[in-house]
């Protein structure tokens, strides 16, 4: 080592113009020179004992008659043993079952606690039985609603201390998902950061209030393109959202719900009255969703009683246009929903209507061929007004059936499976009417956007739309 390292080391402190990896190199090298000076190797080993001498170190070490084997200590063994994980008994044992005082001390005084707050329960629940039964309150009562909150907290406190639920939840372990602490802690998770970004997101992207005036969300909305994750307000693009998403919808309860899912196209351009409408992409009625069973719309989803009443439409967004904000909504129904029926009802009208329509044209025609008969008929001394007179009948006569034709055509009923037409208008879809008007409670929101991108051209082109070449180009008096 250098006469400058040594210097440096002496100090006892690493001096500012010294590197930290540098003078723990030092120090490292320094220990190697006082190792490496403490055995000296010049130096011949020992000789071996004799005999005698094994002899005589045996008398010496050996123990006196008045002391016992069991009182000296026993010697360390050589090499360390694997801690076990069972006992003598043959049973795991947890930290619960050790013999640690001051746990033990602790767990017996939460065992206290929770009987203490058990007893406290079943009174209470008792207070709330007797109010009903003698003096007729009902649980929209404000005091029953006061008194169940009351009993909400102290089930939750009864198990907020648990080290042992903690331990599972913290390590997510086998756990029951009814239970009501883990579904608490699940719910404060969600709210320190996923649920923030949600706002943030539907605010800042003027989803509220240009849809909603307000949005309180209760649960937590995942979807999934094509195993692609779609984050919060995240652009997706146009070759991966093909086909309808996947939905997960996570409640934080134990309840057992029925929701309807639509996603709006909030900026569909709209040339004639140079703004945005409103567009329907998708909805899907009576899905049922609970904490067992969140995936509302995917392949382990219960198909069964769900109604696909709007069929999804692939996104898409012209050349010179912004981005796209799709906006899903979350809407928990008190009840079935039937959407269409009074639609089909209407359409059984204009129906008969129609059939109506077509019965006084057939007579009109059977009237004309008369008068075609009779003109035929009528014998004239001029052969060339004759002639004039069929070949105008005639005439009249074509353009008539051809008209009644084509009436009977666009009159009849197409079948169900053929019906390309959705059973509700998706140009000018308004949210709020729609919510106020089937009594649905907004719960849950996602929102993804898409924009024009190099997929964009081939996705309109598969779709067969004829302005997949379009470009928006703004006007000379707004640049």
Request: charged share 35%; glycine share 4%.
């Amino acid at each position: 080592m250098s006469l400058c390292s040594r210097a440096i080391l002496q100090v006892g402190r690493r001096p500012a113009t010294v590197s930290r990896p540098a003078y723990i190199y030092a120090k490292r090298q320094l220990a190697t020179e006082v190792e490496s000076s403490s055995k000296s190797f010049s130096e011949p080993p020992p000789p071996p004992p004799t005999a005698a001498d094994t002899t005589n170190a045996a008398s010496l070490d050996a123990p006196s008659s008045d002391v016992s084997s069991s009182d000296l200590p026993r010697a360390a063994p050589a090499a360390s043993r694997k801690p076990k994980s069972k006992y003598s008994d043959g049973d795991l044992h947890t930290i619960e079952t050790m013999p640690y005082t001051c746990y033990q001390a602790a767990l017996k005084i939460l065992r206290e606690d929770r009987l203490e707050k058990l007893k406290r329960i079943e009174a209470e629940q008792a207070s709330i039985e007797a109010l009903k039964t003698h003096h007729g309150y009902t649980d929209d009562d404000r005091r029953i609603k006061g008194m169940q909150k009351y009993i909400d907290e102290m089930q939750l406190n009864i198990d907020k201390n648990n080290p042992r639920i903690k331990y599972n939840y913290d390590n997510k372990l086998k756990r029951d998902p009814h239970r009501r602490i883990y579904q608490y802690w699940d719910d404060l998770a969600w709210r320190a950061m996923r649920r923030k970004i949600l706002m943030q997101r539907l605010t800042q992207m003027y989803v509220v209030p240009d849809l909603l005036p307000t949005i309180n969300p209760i649960v937590d909305v995942r979807m999934r393109f094509r195993r692609r994750n779609a984050g919060l307000g995240a652009k997706m693009l146009a070759r991966n959202v093909l086909h309808h998403p996947s939905v997960r919808v996570i409640p934080f309860d134990s309840k057992k719900r029925l929701v309807t899912i639509l996603v709006v196209d909030a900026d569909r351009p709209n040339l004639v009255k140079n703004g945005f409408d409103f567009y329907l992409q998708w909805m899907v009625t009576n899905c049922p969703v609970d904490i067992e069973n969140p995936i509302a719309i995917g392949r382990s989803a219960v198909h069964a009683g769900r109604d696909e009443v709007v069929p999804y439409e692939v996104p898409y967004v012209h050349k010179g246009e912004n981005y796209h904000r799709y906006c899903v909504f979350v809407l928990e129904q008190e009840d079935r929903l039937e959407i269409g029926k009074k639609i089909q009802k209407g359409a059984k009208e204009a129906e008969a209507k129609s059939g109506k329509e077509v019965e006084v044209k057939e007579v009109e025609v059977k009237e004309v061929e008369v008068k075609a008969t009779e003109v035929k008929e009528v014998e004239l001394k001029e052969s060339e007004v004759k002639e004039v007179e069929v070949k105008q009948g005639e005439a009249v006569e074509s353009e008539v059936k051809t008209d009644v034709e084509n009436d009977i055509k666009a009159s009849k009923p197409k079948d169900a499976s053929k019906r390309e037409k959705p059973r509700i208008e998706r140009l000018g879809f308004n949210l709020r009417s729609f919510i106020a008007k089937n009594n649905l409670t907004v719960i849950g929101a996602h929102l993804w956007r898409c924009e024009f991108d190099e997929s964009m051209m081939e996705v309109m082109k598969k779709l067969g739309r004829k302005d997949w070449n379009m470009k928006y180009v703004k006007h000379p008096e707004h640049i």
